[in-house]
């Protein structure tokens, strides 16, 4: 169990366990990304991870609430695996 910042870039990740990020995207089971980073607003707590989904740039925004997605963010490898 670690946390986003576990993630190396560059790697390939699977999704093994879905997640909802901050703007509603569902994250299913399989999907595939390549890791390239994140970035961090501290004003609204916004941590937004930067990923290469079949060659397309995504950037998905996650919360550092309790009450949105602290949780998955801080234990980002119980969802996804290297692959």
Known sequence: MASIHALVRGQ???I???FV???GGLHSVGETWLFEGT???PYDDELTLH???HGVPRAYRLQWRPEEQEAII???TDFITAC
Do not use: L, P, S
């Open 39 to 41: 970035t961090f607003v």
């Open 74 to 76: 801080e234990n980002f």
């Open 21 to 23: 990020d901050y703007d």
């Open 51 to 53: 990923v290469r989904a």
């Open 16 to 18: 093994m366990r879905e």
């Open 12 to 14: 390939r990740y699977q």
